[in-house]
Nanobody, 118 residues
Framework: QVQLVESGGGLVQAGGSLRLSCAAS????????MGWFRQAPGKEREFVAA????????YYADSVKGRFTISRDNAKNTVYLQMNSLKAEDTAVYYC???????????WGQGTQVTVSS
């Protein structure tokens, strides 16, 4: 059982920055990859960024490339999302997700609201 606790969401003006954090805990310590998804009102959940725990390969949605950076702290089992040059279109609930092995169901955080005013 894995629990994810997110923090760092809030209200920011367009062009500003936020850093989201997601700390994973539980009785299993294996991590295959972690990532961020977001869901705006009336929209489907969409992929934002992911990082593979071993090797640290990162992947981004085209909409955030060059603006967002995902990173992880293996010792703390924590993933971060540094969001720069925020746009109103980035407004959404951001969810952290983790996967212990390929093909295994994701565990999800509760979500944190990011609101970008323009």
């Amino acid at each position: 059982q894995v629990q994810l606790v997110e923090s760092g969401g809030g209200l920011v003006q367009a062009g500003g920055s936020l850093r989201l954090s997601c700390a994973a805990s539980g009785r299993t310590f294996r991590t295959y990859r972690m990532g961020w998804f977001r869901q705006a009102p009336g929209k489907e959940r969409e992929f934002v960024a992911a990082v593979y725990w071993i090797g640290g390969s990162t992947y981004y949605a085209d909409s955030v490339k060059g603006r967002f950076t995902i990173s992880r702290d293996n010792a703390k089992n924590t993933v971060y999302l540094q969001m720069n040059s925020l746009k109103a279109e980035d407004t959404a609930v951001y969810y952290c997700a983790t996967q212990s092995d390929p093909g295994v169901s994701y565990a999800w955080g509760q979500g944190t609201q990011v609101t970008v005013s323009s």
